[in-house]
């Protein structure tokens, strides 16, 4: 690997790519030391492009996650593949997080053959899951990296532990392009509030359901609004919707008795008030919409 050059301040868009569950979410927010983006088992959580930003002396990389990277026609999945697409355009590093535990597959290698093709920027892999991958399972993914990638440095981190997250950001900064930082110091993110809200309804609304259930729903926030109490302090005010194709879906959130969207509602609030120096008081309901995953408008919201 090269010895770091001195230079002014760097300051870089960074592509986070990967293949769903990758550890790209876990990541970013080891990283930039705040939650950003939310994180479930479930494959395929993140849909927009989340920014998160790391500061240190000299530089600024503000990383853009992506949607996990799968293969398939759908509409809603082709909406997700376009995301990454344009993601990886409008930035200056690419950095790709590869599961260590798991065995390549076809994905992992049409994924390969996509960072390739970008030899245009600079490129950096994050090997990640190091504390729980076999050592033969990353013997495996070091012999694939170094045949189809030679020229592509890879860093061996764990996201979850933390480990060796240092070394990676160094490098980063160090193939980044010079520049002034692109937001102040002070900042982790640049989601508005809206759309940090809907994430967290989102993750809460993931916990427990089965694993075709979540990329059925979407949450919407229609309105925020900050109100004086009588017994003094204010309040925000936020109603939002979960969105489901089905009405079987809709009972599945809402649960025997309601207890479901009540879990909901209550997890959410308490991590929506960690945000804002409110009280906070979330109206939430269910409804159903057979067509929002190919509703062409509600995806090209979603991006941004």
């Not at 990758?22 to 989340?50: D, F, H, W, Y």
Request: glycine share 8%; aromatic share 6%.
């Amino acid at each position: 690997m090269s010895e770091p050059v001195s230079k002014g301040n760097t300051a870089a868009f960074v592509a986070i790519v990967g293949r769903p569950s990758a550890g790209k979410s876990t990541l970013m927010n080891a990283l930039c030391g705040e939650k950003v983006a939310i994180v479930s088992s479930v494959p395929q959580t993140t849909r927009n492009r989340i920014r998160g930003i790391v500061n240190r002396d000299g530089g600024q990389l503000v990383f853009i996650d992506t949607p996990g990277f799968h293969d398939s026609t759908r509409t809603f999945n082709r909406h997700m593949r376009g995301l990454i697409e344009e993601s990886i355009r409008d930035s200056e590093v690419l950095l790709y997080v590869v599961d260590g535990s798991r065995p390549p597959g076809d994905e992992e290698l049409s994924l390969i053959e996509l960072v390739g093709k970008h030899a245009n920027l600079p490129r950096v892999v994050a090997l990640n899951k190091i504390d729980t991958a076999s050592a033969k399972r990353l013997d495996q993914m070091r012999i694939l990296l170094s045949q189809r990638l030679p020229d592509v440095p890879v860093f061996e981190i764990s996201a979850r532990k933390p480990e060796g997250l240092e070394a990676l950001v160094t490098e980063l900064l160090r193939v980044s392009p010079e520049g002034e930082p692109v937001y102040p110091e002070d900042f982790y993110t640049d989601q508005p509030p809206e759309f940090r809200v809907s994430e967290i309804i989102r993750e809460k609304a993931l916990t427990g359901l089965r694993e075709e259930l979540p990329h059925s729903i979407y949450v919407r926030v229609d309105d925020m609004e900050v109100r004086e109490l009588d017994s003094g302090g204010q309040q925000l005010w936020i109603r939002a919707f979960i969105l489901v194709e089905r009405n079987s879906q809709q009972g599945m959130i809402v649960g025997a008795g309601g207890q479901g969207i009540k879990r909901i509602r209550q997890s959410a609030q308490k991590e929506i008030a960690s945000l804002f120096p409110y009280r906070i008081h979330l109206d939430l309901r269910v409804k159903v919409d057979p067509n929002w995953r190919r509703n062409d408008r509600l995806l090209d919201r979603l991006v941004h």
